[in-house]
C-alpha cells in the first residue's frame, strides 16, 4: 500500500538558518506529493505541491522537487524564521484531485529568535 | 469565505460513552473528509463523502464508528462505545473536487476518552 516516511524529529534551529525535512515515499504509479503545515492552533493547510516527476513546489520561501527515482520530496528552506514554527506534513494522493491523501507522520519544528 | 467549521473542539468523555462531532465544510465544497489524528501520528483517513454517499469507509471502525452527511453539506461523526485508544484529534475536511490537490481542514476536535 502507499506510504510516506518523514524524518524523525523534532527539528529545532535558529532564526534563518537553513531548513531541510525529508520525505521518502511508497506508492505504485505516479502519485502526487504534498507539503502541509499545521501552525500552533490552526488546521492543516496547504503549503506546497508537485503532481509529476522532476516538478518543484514553491511557497513562501519553501521549495521539494518530486524525485520519483530517490522516491523522495524533500522540504527544504534557506532561511528560516520564528513564525515557520509549526508541524510539518508530508503526505501523497494516487489521484490528481488531492484526494485521499495518506500522510506521514509529522515533523515539529521550532524557529529560535 | 468561511473555513471549515468543527464543534466542540474539545470533548471529554469515560471509556464506553459516545461522542458526536460536527463539521460544516466550506460553502460549494461537495467532497468531505473525517481523519483521525493520534498523538504524535499523521492524518489518517476515517471516511470520505462525495455530496451525501459515502465515496470511501475502508478505514472507518464500523462496529462503533458511524457517520453521515444527510443532506450533502454538513456531516456528523458519532462514536458510540468510545475506547481508549480513540482518544485522537478528529479532523474534518472538505474539497471542491477539482484537480487543485488542496484540501481544507478545520481546527479538530480533541477526543480524550478516560
Known amino acids: 500500500g502507499n506510504s510516506v516516511t518523514q524524518m524523525e524529529g523534532p527539528v529545532t534551529l535558529s532564526e534563518e538558518a537553513f531548513l531541510t525535512i525529508n520525505c521518502t515515499y511508497t506508492a505504485t504509479g505516479y502519485p502526487s506529493l504534498f507539503w502541509y503545515v499545521q501552525y500552533p492552533g490552526e488546521g492543516l493547510q496547504l503549503l506546497l505541491k508537485a503532481t509529476k516527476a522532476d516538478d518543484k513546489g514553491s511557497n513562501k520561501g519553501f521549495e521539494a522537487t518530486y524525485r520519483k527515482e530517490t522516491t523522495s520530496f524533500h522540504l527544504e528552506k534557506g532561511s528560516v524564521q520564528v513564525s515557520d514554527s509549526a508541524v510539518y506534513f508530508c503526505?501523497?494522493?494516487?489521484?490528481?484531485?488531492?484526494?485521499?491523501?495518506?500522510f506521514g507522520e509529522g515533523t515539529q519544528l521550532t524557529v529560535n529568535p | 469565505e468561511a473555513g471549515v467549521a468543527q464543534s466542540p473542539r474539545y470533548k471529554i468523555i469515560e471509556k464506553r460513552q459516545s461522542v458526536a462531532f460536527w463539521c460544516n465544510p466550506i460553502?460549494?465544497?461537495?467532497?468531505l473528509y473525517w481523519y483521525q489524528q493520534i498523538l504524535g501520528q499523521g492524518p489518517k483517513l476515517l471516511i470520505q463523502?462525495?455530496?451525501?454517499?459515502?465515496?470511501?469507509d475502508s478505514q472507518l471502525p464500523k462496529d462503533r464508528f458511524s457517520a453521515e452527511r444527510l443532506k450533502g453539506v454538513d456531516s456528523t461523526l458519532k462514536i458510540q462505545p468510545a475506547k481508549l485508544e480513540d482518544s485522537a484529534v478528529y479532523l474534518c475536511a472538505s474539497h471542491l473536487y477539482v484537480n487543485t490537490g488542496e484540501l481544507f481542514f478545520g481546527e479538530g476536535s480533541r477526543l480524550t476518552v478516560l
Open positions: 460553502s460549494g465544497h461537495a467532497t
Open positions: 503526505a501523497l494522493s494516487k489521484e490528481t484531485s488531492g484526494s485521499r491523501l495518506t
Open positions: 463523502f462525495q455530496n451525501n454517499g459515502v465515496v470511501d
